[in-house]
């Protein structure tokens, strides 16, 4: 059984810096992305960035040049850093690792105040 573990969420000022990490555990065979997705109330969960097995990264246009995804392979880590980050960043961050089926986080919250 694949277990996601996600850290690092909390509340910062506008502007501030967070990183989220995700950790993999279980039966992993191969890891084909790794990535990252958030959701509001009310609103459909939406990716924030993605990292594949080679390294290539894609990022929603909202966060380009402020966020950046990376990964630990060895250790079957992703990681999530944030900069400059705006009140409507606020949102549930999950982690998503895609192998031969999708698994996905508890989800941990970001709180970007004004």
């Known amino acids: 059984q694949v277990q996601l573990v996600e850290s690092g969420g909390g509340l910062v000022q506008a502007g501030g810096t967070l990183r989220l990490s995700c950790a993999v555990s279980g039966s992993i065979f191969s890891i084909r992305s790794m990535g990252w997705y958030r959701q509001t109330l009310g609103k459909e969960r939406e990716l924030v960035a993605t990292?594949?097995?080679?390294?290539?990264?894609n990022y929603a246009g909202s966060v380009k040049g402020r966020f950046t995804i990376s990964r630990d392979n060895a250790k079957n880590t992703a990681y999530l850093q944030m900069n400059s980050l705006k009140p409507e960043d606020t949102a549930v961050y999950y982690c998503?690792?895609?192998?031969?089926?999708?698994?996905w986080g508890q989800g941990t919250q970001v709180t970007v105040s004004s």
């Open positions: 998503n690792v895609l192998t031969i089926v999708e698994h």
């Open positions: 990292i594949r097995s080679g390294g290539s990264t």
